[in-house]
Nanobody, 114 residues
Framework: QVQLVESGGGLVQAGGSLRLSCAVS????????MGWFRQAPGKQREFVAR???????NYADSVKGRFTISRDNAKNTVYMQMNSLKPEDTAVYYC????????WGQGTQVTVSS
């Protein structure tokens, strides 16, 4: 059974940093494209960043230059380093694994105060 468990969210002041982690159980990690999405109150879930199994990355324009996605295949974990956080980054952040099926974590809250 595949499970994705996010951690690392919290409350931070504008300009601060957080590092999100997503640990994946099951055998799919090394063959999956891993992604981060977020959903702010009253808004649709939106793409933030993704990393392929080969390590290629892409980012939403709103986070380019501030967020960095990475993966550790030995630990079955994907990370997202978030720097220079802004109040508009406040959302629930979800980890996503895309192999032949799509899997989601339960989300972790990130709140950025002004």
């Amino acid at each position: 059974q595949v499970q994705l468990v996010e951690s690392g969210g919290g409350l931070v002041q504008a300009g601060g940093s957080l590092r999100l982690s997503c640990a994946v159980s099951g055998s799919i990690f090394s063959s999956s494209t891993m992604g981060w999405f977020r959903q702010a109150p009253g808004k649709q879930r939106e793409f933030v960043a993704r990393i392929t199994r080969a390590g290629s990355t892409n980012y939403a324009d709103s986070v380019k230059g501030r967020f960095t996605i990475s993966r550790d295949n030995a630990k079955n974990t994907v990370y997202m380093q978030m720097n220079s956080l802004k109040p508009e980054d406040t959302a629930v952040y979800y980890c996503n694994a895309n192999e032949r099926s799509v899997y989601w974590g339960q989300g972790t809250q990130v709140t950025v105060s002004s």
